[in-house]
């Protein structure tokens, strides 16, 4: 059974940092895309960022390129996501998500499995 669980969500400060995690089980991670998106309750989902099995190919939304990053450790079957010069208009539930094909990609329906989700709240 594929189980994503995240971690790392919490209330902070507009210009502060925080750093999701995301430990997956229950799949060959390796063979995984793996991304992340965040959904404002009564919007869509939104992609955030994106990393093919090896973190050779990745991709931003356009809301957090140049602030939020993407990585992955294949040994601890985890995804980050380190976020930094948070906005009020950052705050969502933030979702980690797993993809079986080789294409990195944005659109959410693509993605195979995903986890509970993790709050973030931004204080102005």
């Known amino acids: 059974q594929v189980q994503l669980v995240e971690s790392g969500g919490g209330l902070v400060q507009a210009g502060d940092s925080l750093r999701l995690s995301c430990a997956a089980s229950?799949?060959?991670?390796?063979?995984?895309?793996m991304g992340w998106f965040r959904r404002v309750p009564g919007n869509e989902r939104e992609f955030v960022a994106a990393i093919s099995w090896s973190g050779g190919r990745i991709y931003y939304g356009d809301s957090v390129k140049g602030r939020f990053t993407i990585s992955r450790d294949n040994v601890k079957n985890t995804v980050y996501l380190q976020m930094i010069s948070l906005k009020p208009e950052d705050a969502a539930v933030y979702y980690c998500a797993a993809k079986r094909s080789a294409i990195v990609g944005t659109n959410a329906a693509a993605y195979d499995y995903w986890g509970q989700g993790t709050q973030v709240t931004v204080s102005s």
């Open positions: 229950g799949l060959t991670f390796s063979s995984y895309v």
